[in-house]
T-cell receptor
Framework: KQEVTQIPAALSVPEGENLVLNCSFT??????LQWFRQDPGKGLTSLLL?????REQTSGRLNASLDKSSGRSTLYIAASQPGDSATYLC???????????FGSGTRLLVRP | DTEVTQTPKHLVMGMTNKKSLKCEQH?????MYWYKQKAKKPPELMFV???????INESVPSRFSPECPNSSLLNLHLHALQPEDSALYLC????????????FGQGTRLTVV
């Protein structure tokens, strides 16, 4: 059974700092991995999608990497801003299922 | 247009009421999903429709009844809910059930009294 873990559960950093969020999964037979952002009480905003054959994806200040063999993905946020404060969720789609299986998220606070 | 639209945004209902949540997308996606999210928890999958057919039901109680009238619309009919069903209900869609981005709506905040 696929399990997805995110560490740390919460992170507080000063504005301008570069930071890394971690996501690990137990079954390397994934189809893709997606990173989302969620503001309090709101829906999920898709940030980046990495297919199983890819190693990384970039969008603006965000860079996501994938290492299937070790069951890990990282989301790198460069030059963090207070507007980046939100919960970040990773989710994996396994080969054998239509399901997106979510990690429990990292709550990020970027202090001005 | 990469939008998934959910209505209503907020809903308060009594335990004897019948109500429906609505979800709409016009991206030509053929897979649509219902998720339930409790406070400070990740979303949990409830149902998946693929090409307008129910393909996954995650053992959801029958008081939740999904419906996919066409490829753009997804409904969730609610009846005789319990207070513990209060949560944020999220709809999502993707190009098909396998790959591609999953796009989420803003959710319906449901309170059962």
């Amino acid at each position: 059974k696929q399990e997805v873990t995110q560490i740390p559960a919460a992170l507080s950093v000063p504005e301008g700092e570069n930071l890394v969020l971690n996501c690990s999964f137990t079954d390397s037979a994934i189809y893709n991995l997606q990173w989302f952002r969620q503001d309090p009480g709101k829906g999920l905003t898709s940030l980046l999608l990495i297919q199983s054959s890819q190693r990384e994806q970039t969008s603006g200040r965000l860079n996501a990497s994938l290492d299937k063999s070790s069951g890990r993905s990282t989301l790198y946020i460069a030059a963090s801003q207070p507007g980046d404060s939100a919960t970040y969720l990773c989710a994996v789609k396994t080969d054998s299922s239509y399901k997106l299986i979510f990690g429990s998220g990292t709550r990020l606070l970027v202090r001005p | 247009d990469t939008e998934v639209t959910q209505t209503p945004k907020h809903l308060v209902m009594g335990m004897t009421n019948k109500k429906s949540l609505k979800c709409e997308q016009h991206m030509g996606h053929r897979a649509m999903y219902w998720y339930k999210q409790k406070a400070k928890k990740p979303p949990e999958l409830m149902f998946v429709y693929s090409y307008e057919k129910l393909s996954i039901n995650e053992s959801v109680p029958s008081r939740f009844s999904p419906e996919c009238p066409n490829s753009s619309l997804l409904n969730l009919h609610l009846h005789a809910l319990q207070p513990e069903d209060s949560a944020l209900y999220l709809c999502a869609s993707s190009q098909d059930g396998r790959g591609g981005y999953a796009f989420f709506g803003q959710g319906t905040r449901l309170t059962v009294v």
